[in-house]
Nanobody
Framework: QKQLVESGGGLVQPGGSLRLSCEAS????????IGWFRQAPGKEREGVAC????????NYADSMRARFTISRDNRKDTAYLQMNNLNPEDTAVYSC??????????????????????WGKGTLVTVSS
């Protein structure tokens, strides 16, 4: 059974940091690009960051480029999202998704990624004092 499971969310104060993890089971994560998405209450889902299968290419939403870092450890079938200098506007459910291997490329739109079996259920990040 293919599964992606996110972890690492929680409550953090403004200016704080969190590292999210996205662990795959039932398939080899190293064959897939990975994207992180977030959805805040009452807002549409937005792409946060993505990474190609080998980790040699990454891309970020402009508003997060300076504060977030995506990485992966294919030996552990796990991808990560390091988030620094968090602010209340970063409060959202963060999800990861697996998508195709297309060389040095990855997508920030949900349409790049495979269907529901390749999406995690998300982890909640709350930034509040």
């Amino acid at each position: 059974q293919k599964q992606l499971v996110e972890s690492g969310g929680g409550l953090v104060q403004p200016g704080g940091s969190l590292r999210l993890s996205c662990e795959a089971s039932g398939f080899i994560l190293g064959y897939y690009s990975i994207g992180w998405f977030r959805q805040a209450p009452g807002k549409e889902r937005e792409g946060v960051a993505c990474i190609n299968p080998t980790g040699t290419y990454t891309n970020y939403a402009d508003s997060m480029r300076a504060r977030f870092t995506i990485s992966r450890d294919n030996r552990k079938d796990t991808a990560y999202l390091q988030m620094n200098n968090l602010n209340p506007e970063d409060t959202a459910v963060y999800s990861c998704a697996a998508g195709p291997s297309v060389g040095n490329d990855c997508g920030l739109s949900a349409g790049w990624y495979y269907g529901k079996d390749y999406w995690g259920k998300g982890t909640l990040v709350t930034v509040s004092s």
